[in-house]
């Protein structure tokens, strides 16, 4: 294992996914990144130790890929981990375990167990809709909800629950329903229903969207019994208490508030950041602004004028930027698309929706759109979109240098050692290009084995220095098998009116005369009225 190539340890350190060596008699050779974050442990802690002395079950010799495995962290924490490959070597007398943290998995599941034990032995009724079936039937309906109406399941089941509303039919009530199935939105509403035997009771409808990976799924249609309420107007706490609950259901973190203090907030603002009650937290924090990370890309109080509340400047500035990042009780950071409602004149009701995973995958897409997958410099459309931004924008100098770059004789390498060679030359020389250049000076694969460095300068001379920086670098990193690699430059100036296509040829002439005049050098070429 220990003489495996670089490239692929690189790559188990980059893994995701869990590694762990061990020999015969446990004892840990070799555990990558992933392994010690998923653990929360430090290398010196596991390597030259027992696994067996840390994890008793996750041993090789004990262990079981179809079952998640419980295991206690140093830190007293559960972590719940799948095995999902054992590999054993009689020739190293070495075993690799490969595992995932499917602790989010484990927790999903028994949130979701809860939750379906939750809504079948809560004392209102819970019904679900399809909006995607003919007339919205009703798919799923809980214990309550038919001991209260007096229906069998198999006589509510597919049918449109305005079969409760009996002869005497509420047109206001139906129009707000309907309105709020055609415009996916949430409602509420008061109906006069009627038992299996005619009985009447009042029925305080909530009926709300239900998405799933942002499509409409279902409606869920929350029945309350507000009859005693209808009668009594002491029983108003009840409405009250029940709206509490709705909202405490909700995922999203969601306040009241006047811009200034936390007037009220549901438990995912309680669970979220690790507090028992709300009062505690206000004596931390009287606003959630307070909580808001400060960064230049997302909202925060940095971005609010002195005059102005934060809940004003988030309703005024483009949906768009409305993203907060606020750190949990956990001390992990996250991301929240908040929304605003003013109402009653001076206050908000303000919305926090978890937005995390969306940004990491647009991240992530942005990533791969803008890389070469092989050397993960950057490819030819960042490097077209970085000029044009360059154009746009004020900036120090008025010109930008150009390094064009091509490794000397790379079709004799791969011809000689193979295309697998000549990719690790590739990846070789695009980190000794990284190396010797600043980390906001781009290096692009401009294709093949040439690459293009863009440096905001504007001396001839500046450029050749770092120009020669790269070759030397590049020149004294040899490669495996195939030895010294060199390469030939050509380097120009261009300025922000002069056509790309002009500079790009000065840059490949000059390339052109390094290669003539014998590889291995820096020749230049600039533009002269």
């Not at 809709?129 to 007339?135: G, M, S, T």
């Not at 996916?184 to 509403?189: I, R």
Request: aromatic fraction near 10%.
């Amino acid at each position: 294992f220990i003489q495996n190539p670089d490239s692929f340890y690189l790559l188990l350190e980059h893994l995701n996914e869990g590694i762990i060596v061990h020999n015969d008699e446990t004892q840990i050779l070799y555990a990558n990144r992933a392994t010690l974050s998923i653990l929360k442990t430090l290398s010196t802690t596991l390597i030259g130790k027992s696994l067996s002395d840390f994890y008793p079950l996750f041993s090789s010799t004990q262990v079981d890929t179809n079952e998640p495995i419980e295991i206690c962290l140093v830190s007293g924490r559960t972590q719940w981990i799948q095995i999902n490959s054992v590999l054993k070597s009689n020739e190293t007398q070495t075993c690799t375990i490969i595992f995932s943290d499917v602790t989010d998995q484990k927790n999903a599941v028994e949130k979701a167990t809860l939750f379906e034990s939750a809504v079948e032995s809560i004392d209102v009724g819970i019904t679900l809709a399809d909006p995607n079936l003919p007339d919205t039937p009703l798919i799923y309906a809980n214990p309550s909800f038919l001991e209260k109406t007096g229906y069998l399941k198999e006589e509510v089941i597919g049918r449109n629950c305005r079969f409760l509303q009996g002869d005497s039919r509420d047109q206001r009530a139906r129009e707000t329903i309907r309105n709020a199935i055609h415009e996916h939105t949430s409602t509420q509403t008061e109906l006069l229903n009627y038992t299996k035997s005619g009985e009447p009771f009042y029925n305080f409808l909530t009926l709300s969207p239900l998405y799933l990976d942002n499509e409409l799924r279902y409606f869920v249609g929350v029945q309350h019994d507000i009859t005693a309420i209808k009668l009594q107007e002491e029983k108003l706490k009840e409405q009250t208490l029940y709206i509490q609950t709705i909202i405490d259901a909700q995922e999203n973190i969601i306040i009241a508030t006047n811009g200034l203090r936390i007037m009220y907030a549901n438990k995912a603002l309680l669970n979220f950041f690790g507090y028992p009650a709300l009062e505690p937290f206000i004596e931390d924090s009287t606003c959630i602004c307070n909580r808001f990370i400060p960064d230049e890309h997302f909202f925060h109080l940095g971005k609010v004028a002195p005059d102005e509340l934060w809940v004003n400047t988030l309703m005024r500035i483009d949906e768009k930027n409305r993203i907060v990042i606020m750190e949990s009780g956990e001390e992990i950071t996250h991301y929240f698309k908040a929304t605003v409602i003013p109402f009653n004149g001076s206050h908000y009701i303000v919305s926090f929706q978890d937005v995390s995973a969306t940004l990491l995958k647009e991240e992530i897409l942005i990533s791969k759109a803008y890389h070469d997958p092989l050397t993960q410099a950057y490819n030819r459309q960042y490097f077209h979109e970085y000029i044009a931004k360059w154009r746009r924008k004020n900036t120090k100098y008025p010109t930008i240098g150009l390094i064009l770059l091509d490794l000397d004789n790379f079709k004799s390498i791969n011809d000689t050692y193979g295309h697998l060679k000549g990719d690790e030359v590739l990846i070789s020389t695009a980190n000794s290009i990284n190396s010797a250049t600043r980390t906001n000076d781009p290096v692009i694969r401009w294709g093949g084995e040439e690459f293009i460095v863009l440096l905001e300068l504007e001396s001839p001379e500046a450029l050749f220095r770092i120009a020669e920086t790269i070759r030397a670098t590049i020149a004294k990193t040899p490669i495996e098998e195939v030895g010294v690699v060199t390469s030939s430059i050509g380097i120009t100036l261009m300025d922000k009116s002069e056509p790309l296509e002009s500079a790009l040829k000065r840059a490949d002439d000059a390339l052109y005369h390094a290669k003539k005049e014998g590889k291995n050098r820096v020749e230049g070429e600039f533009y002269h009225e």
